[in-house]
């Protein structure tokens, strides 16, 4: 965005939140499983016929939620990608293997050659935003955990 573009940007009057996050899945009850399992809370499950049956689920501590069922998504199951940001990275992985689910080892991310490039292991520098762990749900939904201790000012 150039410079005058920048300055032609006005303020957002009015508050958006993301709300919910669409997960296309094969088998609604599979996923159901799944991500009870991993403790995220039940908040609908509504069924309208064969044809239409949505289910919410909401990851604790989060204000925003996640929707599947039938009749819900046009997209292939398994094509959702998300990030859970975490406090404790370690302890988020423990969790998540604890509860039977194959989580990724540790990595940050190098961009050095313009490409993204995966490195194992904590990012060196410490930083927030900059360390992660992967797994997904039994559709091939990603999901990547992002360790954040630290805010970036204004967030």
């Known amino acids: 965005m150039s410079t005058q573009e920048q300055d032609s940007v006005k303020e957002p009057t009015v508050d958006m939140k993301i709300e919910v996050h669409i997960i296309p899945v094969a ?3 599979r996923a159901l499983r799944f991500y009870r399992s991993l403790g ?4 609908a499950d509504f069924e309208a016929g064969p044809e239409f049956r949505i289910v919410q689920l909401t990851p604790r501590g989060s204000e925003c939620s996640i929707i599947f069922g039938r009749g819900v998504a046009s997209a292939a199951p398994g094509s ?3 990030y859970l940001v975490v406090f404790d990275l370690d302890k988020a992985r423990a969790d998540l293997a604890g509860r039977g689910v ?3 080892e540790i990595f940050h991310k190098v961009y050095d050659t313009g490409v993204e490039v995966r490195v194992d292991g904590r990012d060196p520098d410490g ?3 900059a360390s992660y762990a992967s797994f997904s ?3 091939g939904n990603g999901w990547v955990l992002q360790e ?3 805010r970036l000012p204004g967030r």
Request: glycine share 4%; net charge negative.
């Open 137 to 139: 749900d039994p559709d």
């Open 102 to 104: 194959e989580v990724s």
């Open 40 to 43: 995220w809370r039940l908040d």
């Open 127 to 129: 930083r927030s935003y």
């Open 80 to 82: 959702a990608e998300g």
């Open 27 to 29: 088998d609604v009850d």
């Open 148 to 150: 954040v201790q630290e």
